[in-house]
Nanobody, 129 residues
Framework: QVQLVESGGGSVQAGGSLRLSCAAS????????MGWFRQAPGKEREGVAT????????RYADSVKGRFTISQDNAKNTLYLQMNSLKPEDTAMYYC??????????????????????WGRGTQVTVSS
């Protein structure tokens, strides 16, 4: 049973930073991608950043490039999202997700969320102006 548990969300002022963590367990796939997605009220869930297990190839949404960094610690089975220079438009519920049978060149686009099989419950990020 795959379990993903997010933590690290909270409320910050614009320009501040947060680091999200996602503890993963029960995952046995060797070629997989992990990702962070977010969903604001009234909007569709969107991909923020993804990382491939074999080599760490990453993808970012244009809206977060240069501000967010995705990383993983395989020894701890933990995924991270370092978020800097936060903006009010970053306010959303952030979800950790996992996708088996992935590859380094897997794209991050509006349909990416449909390819991820396992999801955490989310952690709220609120950025005030």
């Amino acid at each position: 049973q795959v379990q993903l548990v997010e933590s690290g969300g909270g409320s910050v002022q614009a320009g501040g930073s947060l680091r999200l963590s996602c503890a993963a367990s029960g995952y046995t796939s060797s070629n997989y991608c992990m990702g962070w997605f977010r969903q604001a009220p009234g909007k569709e869930r969107e991909g923020v950043a993804t990382i491939y297990s074999g080599g760490g190839s990453t993808r970012y949404a244009d809206s977060v490039k240069g501000r967010f960094t995705i990383s993983q610690d395989n020894a701890k089975n933990t995924l991270y999202l370092q978020m800097n220079s936060l903006k009010p438009e970053d306010t959303a519920m952030y979800y950790c997700a996992a996708r088996p049978d992935c590859w380094a060149g897997a794209p991050l686009d509006p349909y990416t969320r449909y390819t991820y099989a396992y999801w955490g419950r989310g952690t709220q990020v609120t950025v005030s102006s």
